[in-house]
Nanobody, 117 residues
């Protein structure tokens, strides 16, 4: 059974930083592209960042240069370092996992990030 558990969300002031983490179990982690997406109230789901099993990264335009995704295949974790946070970054952030053969896709319950003064 696939399980993705996010942590690290919270309240931060504009310009601040947060680091999100996602612990994965029930999958062969090294065979999955891992990613983060976010969902804000009244807005469409937005892809934030992804990282392939080979370490190739991709970022949404709104977070390029501010967020950094990384993975630790030994610990089955993926992280998202978020710097220079803006109020518009406020959302629930979900970790997701897509198998390299595209036969499996899972996501976690999410962690709330609120950027406000």
């Amino acid at each position: 059974q696939v399980q993705l558990v996010e942590s690290g969300g919270g309240l931060v002031q504009p310009g601040g930083s947060l680091r999100l983490s996602c612990a994965a179990s029930g999958i062969i982690f090294s065979s999955y592209t891992m990613g983060w997406y976010r969902q804000a109230p009244g807005k469409q789901r937005e892809a934030v960042a992804s990282i392939t099993s080979g370490g190739v990264t991709n970022y949404g335009d709104s977070v390029k240069g501010r967020f950094t995704i990384s993975r630790d295949n030994a610990k089955n974790t993926v992280s998202l370092q978020m710097n220079s946070l803006k109020p518009e970054d406020t959302a629930v952030y979900h970790c997701d996992a897509r198998a390299n053969n595209n036969k499996s896709y899972s996501w976690g319950q999410g962690t709330q990030v609120t950027v406000s003064s």
